[in-house]
């Protein structure tokens, strides 16, 4: 079904029905035939689904592997033991993971419940689902559509499209018009009869384009290529040891023992786990500020974000119509206030005035509140509307004044109405008043003009002459240039009500009222920290070029104006348009369909605002600028939102007036609907990145740290004096190395975060510097140990010499994981003790490790012996130390890049 005029016995013929609607018989046999007006649900990620997701990681696999080694050469503890912390990972994952697919299985809200259908010649109220072709709907003012459907009977109907066009302007019905699933009846009522249901509706149709394969974030793919990268070195390791064993004559038993150490001890056995517990803790923060992360591991790519694509309506602005200004006596009065919450005043020349002094003033507001079909009620501590945006700002208007709609009408009852029309472009109602009939008037301000031959000034009507209407005029062009909407509006004492034409004759012109969707209070200040972190916004909107221009203008988005520029090296069929394009930072969809696609992806990274676009140019927005490198957020509440919300990296829906089909498509849900939130979530979004990169290099630095000493201790000392044990090595990777982690991975935002360009979403987590403070810090904790374990006497009591080994690289957690708590500043200018998690954390391990080796039980497992206090000094001296040197490294090494 698409807009048009439709035939209607032609619409009844083809549908089997009538204006009588149909009887049960038929509706049974349509549920059969077109199934439940349904829109078919994504499919959701099972339990299951989430449980196999946990053995992607390749990490999983190289520990189960050496697990069951461990079980072919009898090794029944280190099987059990490794098998017993994989099976922890895997469930922790499982757990959080699985948390989040559940938050958003409560948003269902696309489509009303319930609506009232006429079937066998009555009304009756059914679930929305249960709508078939043929069914006749009877809508009035505040019913969403559930199907499809043509008009064959109206008054002075008019429906809110914005779900689907982007269109914040209500368009008007009439009978033979098509109406469409997912809109909103904002004025007058209607029966229409039901051509499409379910999937074959305008809104099924928009709902299929989002049906694509869901794709990698960039953090999965880094995260995968590093467990696979980490995966191999461990394997590749083992293999050479266990073959250079091997081929020395070394006990193929004793080789393959050690081979499962240094796999155990290449392998960051805590890395899914922190990882895990870094994004979950990431999305509840997210979650106390209002925005429901669906999918966990798309938190850090808010972070890597440099571009945001969002909708207008709604989003930027408060989809709230507001009368900002009205020229009444040839003079501007302003209000203050805005949105649909009648509080504010009224302003002449920056001071402020009461307009129920002023008699023509006073008029105009009563006019715009009693020629009016919306509705204002205070229910509790809310303000509740109801109708036409437009209307609805106009009552707000009036009351502000202390003029209510509702005690207006009991001293002006209405007895006549002349409904708006596109044609005329009027409204007109006719009221009585002591006995007297008074007509009000408003529409398009050269329309009004028209019917009108005198104008009321300080209460004096005068006649409208031509200079008069030449200044209003212009007043209406220098408004209209601004992007506000303009009404005029009239009034005429005893009409003649004989026909329509003669009650919108001989008015007098009262003045002009000026209205705007107004920005949302907390946009521009969000749309500047978007701008100092490197974040380009990009309005796009199915409302005209001129009103977004304004809007742009009004929140700061034209600071990107500098990236403006005609693209150099490229051939463009019609520059002048490509000129103008590019001057404004701003393409029409029309102007968009004439480009193709190279020109269009050359314009792309040039353009700040889309207007009067489908959702299918949103779509091919989207690609263009992934295709550029560009990682792009898509915010929006409409269903025409909805296939850019799922091709883009991070879809971001309205929480309040998103739709179904949009929070299902988005990776991210806003609770409070407020811009500033997303600056808020791309702020923690760098953080959980960048804790990421600390955690990741700690951690690796520590497996390198046992992966380097277990090698050079064969080559230096042969086989028979390996350092640590396998179980010593996984005992040390995951109780004492998985707390400090998960402390670094937890560590609040650092100030100046939002101060740098966003990270390049190609850069690895182990960039060139990471990877230079892995190495060398390994080295340093290596050699470090090694000595230890050199001084002790291994030939002569290896068991303690392992101990102070083990001891040593322990203690190490005490002092060395605060040196990574920034990779950029020293912990002396952080403090020691500003992360209490952290503390927490190294506490417990370190307690935890002490139990290892003084519990009998334990020892005995661990092979460790209990260390005197004596003995103590020399790994919490050595540990000390290797974190100074630590220190040193991180500054010596800030300029790699």
């Known amino acids: 079904m698409v807009e048009g005029s439709y035939q209607i016995e032609e619409v009844f013929a083809s549908t089997g ?52 080694l461990s079980l072919l050469v009898s090794e029944v503890i280190n099987f059990w033991v490794i098998m017993a912390i994989t099976s922890i990972v895997i469930v922790l994952g499982f757990f959080q993971e699985y948390r989040a697919e559940k938050a958003m299985e409560s948003l269902q809200s696309i489509v009303q419940p319930e609506t009232t259908v006429i079937r066998d010649g009555k009304p009756r109220k059914i679930k929305t689902r249960d709508v078939v072709p043929g069914d006749v709907l009877a809508l009035e003012s505040g019913d969403k559509v559930p199907a499809d459907a043509v008009v064959f009977e109206s008054t002075a109907l008019r429906l809110d499209e914005s779900s689907l066009t982007g269109e914040s302007n209500p368009v008007g019905k009439t009978r033979s018009s098509g109406i469409f699933a997912g809109t909103q009846v904002v004025h007058g009522k209607c029966r229409a009869v039901v051509v499409n249901t379910g999937m074959d509706t305008r809104l099924g149709q928009i709902a299929g384009l989002i049906q694509v394969e869901e794709e990698e974030t960039p953090l999965q793919k880094k995260i995968a290529a590093l467990s696979r990268s980490l995966a191999i070195l461990a394997l590749v390791a083992s293999l050479f040891t266990f073959g250079l064993g091997l081929f020395q004559g070394a006990p193929p038993e004793e080789m393959l023992l050690i081979a499962i150490a240094l796999a155990v001890g290449a392998v960051p056995e805590g890395l899914p786990l922190t990882m895990t517990l870094t994004l979950g803790f990431g999305m509840r923060r997210m979650a106390q500020h209002n925005a429901i992360i ?45 949105g649909y919450i009648p509080e504010g005043g009224f302003l002449e020349n920056g001071q402020r005035t009461d307009p129920g002094t002023d008699a023509t003033a006073l008029k105009l507001l009563k006019a715009i509140a009693l ?140 003045g002009l009222v000026t209205m705007i969707d107004p920005p949302r209070e907390e946009v521009k200040e969000a749309m500047g920290s978007a701008l100092s972190a490197g974040i380009r916004v990009v309005m796009i909107t199915g409302d005209n070029q001129e009103t977004a221009k304004a809007i742009g203008g009004n929140i700061g988005l034209f600071e990107y104006r500098q990236q403006c520029g005609l693209p150099e090296g490229v051939m463009f069929r019609d520059e002048a348009k490509i000129l103008r394009i590019v001057e404004d930072c701003a393409v029409t969809g029309e102007e968009l369909d004439e480009l193709d696609d190279e020109e269009f992806e050359e314009l792309a990274e040039h353009i700040n605002i889309y207007a009067r676009t489908m959702p299918e140019q949103k779509l091919r927005i989207v690609k263009a600028l992934q295709k550029k490198g560009h990682i792009v957020a898509m915010t929006g509440d409409g269903v025409n939102d909805a296939p850019a919300l799922k091709k883009a990296d991070i879809g971001i829906a309205m929480g309040i007036k998103g739709t179904d089909v949009a929070k299902e498509s988005s990776v991210m849900v806003l609770q409070d609907d407020n811009f500033a939130t997303i600056v808020e ?159 927490a954390g190294v506490t417990f391990s370190f307690l935890l490790t002490l139990s290892a080796m003084y519990i009998p039980f334990l020892s005995r497992i661990f092979e460790l012996v209990p260390l005197d206090l004596q ?27």
């Open 17 to 68: 029905s009538s204006e009588e609607g149909l009887n049960e018989a038929q509706v049974n046999e349509r549920l059969e035939r077109y199934g439940m007006n349904l829109l078919k649900e994504t499919k959701r990620n099972t339990a299951r689904d989430v449980l196999v997701r946990q053995f992607r990681n390749f990490i999983i696999w190289v520990l189960i592997a050496a697990a069951l």
């Open 294 to 338: 669906r999918k966990m591991l798309a938190v850090e790519t808010l972070g890597s974000t440099d571009v945001i694509c969002t909708d207008k309506t709604g989003t930027l602005t408060r989809n709230e119509m507001t009368v900002e200004k009205i020229l009444v006596n040839e003079n501007l009065i302003e209000l203050t206030g805005s």
């Open 371 to 510: 020629c009016n079909n919306s509705s204002l009620q205070k229910k509790g501590d809310k303000w509740e509307v109801l109708g036409d945006p437009t209307e609805i700002a106009l009552t707000v208007a009036a009351a502000k004044a202390d003029l209510w709609k509702d005690d207006l009408e009991d001293v002006y009852p209405r007895i006549k109405e002349v409904v708006f029309t596109s044609e005329r472009k009027l409204m007109t109602t006719v009221h009585e008043n002591e006995g007297d009939t008074v007509s009000f008037t408003k529409g398009a301000p050269e329309n009004v003009l028209e019917g009108c031959d005198t104008i009321e000034l300080n209460g004096e009507m005068v006649p409208l002459d031509d200079r008069m209407r030449s200044n209003i005029m212009e007043k209406n062009l220098q408004f209209a240039s601004a992007a506000y909407r303009v009404l005029g509006v009239a009034y005429q004492d005893d009409p003649d009500t004989s026909s329509e034409a003669a009650i919108e004759d001989h008015m007098t012109f009262l």
């Open 681 to 839: 979530a791309v702020r923690r979004g760098r953080a959980i990145y960048q804790n990421i990169e600390k955690f990741t290099t700690y951690l690796i630095s520590r497996n390198f740290t046992e992966v380097i000493l277990i090698l050079m201790g064969i080559t230096l000392l042969g086989f028979e004096l390996v350092p640590l044990l396998a179980l010593q090595i996984l005992f040390i990777n995951m109780f004492s190395e998985i707390m400090p982690s998960i402390g670094l991975g937890l560590e609040a935002p650092e100030d100046g975060i939002m101060d740098k360009d966003p990270r390049d979403p190609g850069e690895r987590i182990l960039n060139r510097r990471n990877l230079v403070l892995i190495i060398s810090n390994a080295l340093v904790m290596a050699t470090a140990a090694l000595l230890v374990f050199v001084y002790n006497d291994p030939a002569g009591n290896i068991q303690l010499a392992r101990t102070l080994t083990f001891a040593t690289v322990v203690s190490m957690i005490l002092f060395v994981p605060s040196a990574f708590r920034s990779l950029d500043r020293s912990i002396f200018s952080m403090g020691f003790f500003s992360n209490r998690l952290m503390v």
């Open 871 to 897: 003995q103590w000094l020399l790994p919490l001296g050595v540990a000390f130390s290797a974190m100074l040197i630590i220190e040193v490294l991180k500054a010596v090494t800030k300029g790699v890049n």
